[in-house]
């Protein structure tokens, strides 16, 4: 179990007032882990990160960046990135890449006097059939808000589906009397 300080930076592409068609679900988060040390590579990581954000909220369905606060590498930031499919995570990959000011920006934020981060980690996700759209806020929080990422072990195809089915049953009721509101739910796929 770990606590994370969100950013606020969640979005989505869509534009709010503009008439579209509708669109596929997101299917497939990728969490990166970036652990640093102490030193100027969390500064690095929030500016890299707050310069991008429009470029990744227009390329990507839902982008976040959440910073440990209790973690087993209590230095550890993460980006959430949504897709609809793996060629919608693949084409953002290089309508990004491509983009001149990312370009820039990526070269300055590696080319310090140290490494940016030590190492980093990327894990793909697909999201459950019960899993919540993840949702644009309609302004930005006025206080820091925290998360809580739960990751659940399941030696068998037979006990993941008994989690599932926890959570799509009535322990959700529980977690929304208690003030607690899921955002997503996925199986680790890589």
């Given at each position: 179990?770990?606590?994370l300080?969100?950013?606020?930076?969640?979005?989505?592409?869509?534009?709010?007032?503009?008439?579209?068609?509708?669109v596929?679900r997101?299917?497939?988060y990728?969490l990166?882990?970036?652990y640093?040390?102490?030193?100027?590579?969390a500064t690095?990581?929030?500016q890299?990160?707050s310069?991008?954000v429009?470029l990744?909220a227009?390329h990507?369905r839902?982008?976040?960046?959440?910073?440990?606060?209790?973690?087993?590498h209590?230095?550890t930031?993460?980006?959430l990135?949504?897709?609809a499919?793996?060629?919608?995570?693949?084409?953002?990959a290089?309508?990004i890449?491509?983009d001149s000011?990312?370009?820039?920006?990526?070269a300055?934020?590696?080319?310090g006097?140290?490494?940016?981060?030590?190492?980093?980690?990327r894990?793909l996700l697909q999201a459950?059939a019960?899993s919540p759209?993840?949702?644009?806020?309609?302004?930005?929080?006025?206080s820091?808000r925290?998360f809580e990422?739960?990751?659940?072990h399941?030696?068998?195809?037979r006990?993941?589906a008994?989690?599932h089915?926890?959570f799509?049953g009535p322990?959700?009721q529980?977690f929304?009397r208690s003030?607690?509101?899921?955002?997503?739910y996925?199986?680790?796929?890589?």
């Open positions: 179990m770990q606590s300080a969100g950013a606020g930076l969640l979005a989505q592409a869509n534009s709010p007032g503009v008439a579209q068609a509708p596929e997101t299917r497939l990728r990166d882990y970036f640093y040390r102490q030193g100027d590579q690095r990581l929030n890299f990160f310069s991008q429009p990744f227009k990507m839902t982008f976040g960046v959440f910073t440990a606060v209790m973690a087993p209590a230095q930031m993460m980006a990135s949504g897709f499919s793996s060629e919608d995570m693949a084409a953002a290089g309508q890449e491509s000011g990312y370009q820039k920006a990526h300055e934020f590696e080319n006097a140290e490494p940016p981060y030590d190492s980093v980690q894990v459950t019960f759209e993840i949702v644009p806020l309609a302004e930005k929080p006025k820091l925290y990422l739960r990751i659940y399941s030696p068998t195809t006990q993941l008994l989690v089915e926890r799509v322990e959700i529980i929304h003030g607690v509101h899921p955002i997503l996925a199986d680790t796929v890589i």
